[in-house]
């Protein structure tokens, strides 16, 4: 089956501790992006990867980093997570920019 | 720097009704825009994409326009049913970036 996988689904962690979240697609996609959801600012795309060792800043970067060393995988990783980085994270990828986005199921993040 | 609006936030209609959920966006340089589904708590399913050389795209009791020269798109839904309760977003990619700008989203509740 078709799909984009997260890891984990749900997170609570403290400030400061470093954490990671897998992405994973085995569709063969080109492009993938990371998206966080917060009520009333909707969807903003955090970074993206056009293919392997390209990765490019989105529209709210701060505070994370990405790495694409492999076709199918693109973690996002928080060094140091703050209290306003508690969000809802979407992985998406697509066979190359500007087709049919394919999301993961989302990962909940809390940060205290 | 393009933006995308969805009018109205939420919207409640009995069921077996015909409806309309709109979205504007104030770039019309785009090279597609796709309409989303999302159930709460999961991840965004792609309904329909449509590229800028088109006027409409059709999937069921779906029919998704666009009109780029006045910067809108609507989603209609035919003869509404419980089941079609979810927010939906529409999500503009602009010609030269590498990122889907997303709406804030509507959100449809369906009464039996």
């Known amino acids: 089956e078709a799909q984009v996988t997260q890891n984990p689904r749900y997170l609570i962690t403290v400030t400061g501790k470093k954490l990671t979240v897998t992405c994973s697609q085995n569709?063969?996609?080109?492009?993938m992006s990371w998206y966080r959801q917060d009520p009333g600012l909707g969807l903003r795309q955090i970074y993206y990867?056009?293919?392997?060792?390209?990765?490019d800043k989105g529209d709210v970067p701060e505070g994370y980093k990405v790495s694409r060393k492999e076709k199918r995988n693109f973690p996002l990783i928080l060094e140091s997570p703050s209290p306003n980085q508690t969000s809802l994270y979407f992985c998406?990828?697509?066979?190359?920019?500007?087709?049919?986005?394919?999301f993961g199921p989302g990962t909940r993040l809390t940060v205290t | 720097k393009q933006e995308v609006t969805q009018i109205p936030a939420a919207l409640s209609v009995p069921e077996g009704e015909n409806l309309v959920l709109n979205c504007s966006f104030t770039?019309?340089?785009?090279?597609?825009l796709q309409w989303f589904r999302q159930d709460p708590g999961k991840g965004l399913t792609s309904l329909l994409l449509?590229?800028?050389?088109?006027r409409e795209q059709t999937s069921g009791r779906l029919n998704a326009s666009l009109d780029k020269s006045s910067g809108r798109s609507t989603l209609y839904i035919a003869a509404s049913q419980p089941g079609d309760s979810a927010t939906y977003l529409c999500?503009?990619?602009?010609?030269?970036?590498?990122?889907?700008?997303f709406g804030t989203g509507t959100r449809l509740k369906v009464l039996a």
């Open positions: 449509i590229q800028s050389s088109q």
């Open positions: 998406a990828s697509s066979s190359r920019t500007g087709l049919l986005l394919y």
């Open positions: 770039d019309s340089a785009i090279y597609n």
């Open positions: 990867s056009m293919n392997v060792e390209v990765t």
């Open positions: 999500a503009v990619f602009t010609s030269g970036t590498y990122k889907y700008i």
């Open positions: 569709m063969n996609h080109e492009y």
